[in-house]
Antibody, heavy 119, light 106 residues
Framework: EVQLVESGGGLIQSGGSLRLSCAASGFIVSSNYMSWVRQAPGKGLEWVSIIYGGGGTYYADSVKGRFTISRDNSKNTLHLQMNSLRAEDTAVYYC?????????????WGQGTLVTVSS | DIQMTQSPSTLSASVGDRVTITCRASQRVNSWLAWYQQKPGKAPKLLIYRASSLESGVPSRFSGSGSGTEFTFTISSLQPDDFATYYC????????FGQGTKVEIK
């Protein structure tokens, strides 16, 4: 059974850093496209970042230069390093798996982890 | 950046109603469009991909159509479990979601 479990969220001051993790089971993270998608309180979904199976990475303009996506193949875990955090980064952060045939379509999602940035 | 606009933002309907949501892209996205359902406090769930392909395990009352810049999502007969917020997502150029359509009880 495919499962994604996020951790690492919390309350952080503006300008601070936080590292999110997403532990995967039931499939191999490095064999799939993996993304982070966030949702500000009461708002819609925003794609944040993706890492391809081959290791290529892409970011939304809103986080480029501040966030870094990575994975630990030995632990089958996805990470999101978030630096220079701003109030507008406050959101629930979901990790999501891309479909095998279309990596930008997200077929499994974690339960989300809340990041609150205080100004 | 490609902008996705859904209409309506809120929709009031009754069980058994046929429900249609429209998603418009600011640029052509071919058929690279997906639809998700999200319930309060839960993660989104994939329903439709490639504009009209039904995800495995999703009931056949859900369907999608369209290509280019205009897309439609339909629930043929609304069920109690379908009251939720629905999002379209383009993935022709990175990824952008629509602002969501909340389907509420009439």
């Amino acid at each position: 059974e495919v499962q994604l479990v996020e951790s690492g969220g919390g309350l952080i001051q503006s300008g601070g850093s936080l590292r999110l993790s997403c532990a995967a089971s039931g499939f191999i993270v490095s064999s799939n496209y993996m993304s982070w998608v966030r949702q500000a309180p009461g708002k819609g979904l925003e794609w944040v970042s993706i890492i391809y199976g081959g290791g290529g990475t892409y970011y939304a303009d809103s986080v480029k230069g501040r966030f870094t996506i990575s994975r630990d193949n030995s632990k089958n875990t996805l990470h999101l390093q978030m630096n220079s955090l701003r109030a507008e980064d406050t959101a629930v952060y979901y990790c999501a798996r891309g479909r095998t045939d279309s990596g930008w379509v997200f077929d499994y999602w974690g339960q989300g982890t809340l990041v609150t940035v205080s100004s | 950046d490609i902008q996705m606009t859904q209409s309506p933002s809120t929709l009031s309907a009754s069980v058994g109603d046929r429900v249609t949501i429209t998603c418009r892209a600011s640029q052509r996205v071919n058929s690279w469009l997906a639809w998700y359902q999200q319930k309060p406090g839960k993660a989104p769930k994939l329903l439709i991909y490639r504009a009209s392909s039904l995800e495995s395990g999703v009931p056949s009352r859900f369907s999608g159509s369209g290509s280019g810049t205009e897309f439609t999502f339909t629930i043929s007969s609304l069920q109690p479990d379908d009251f939720a917020t629905y999002y379209c997502q383009q993935y022709n150029d990175y990824s952008t979601f629509g602002q969501g359509t909340k389907v509420e009880i009439k």
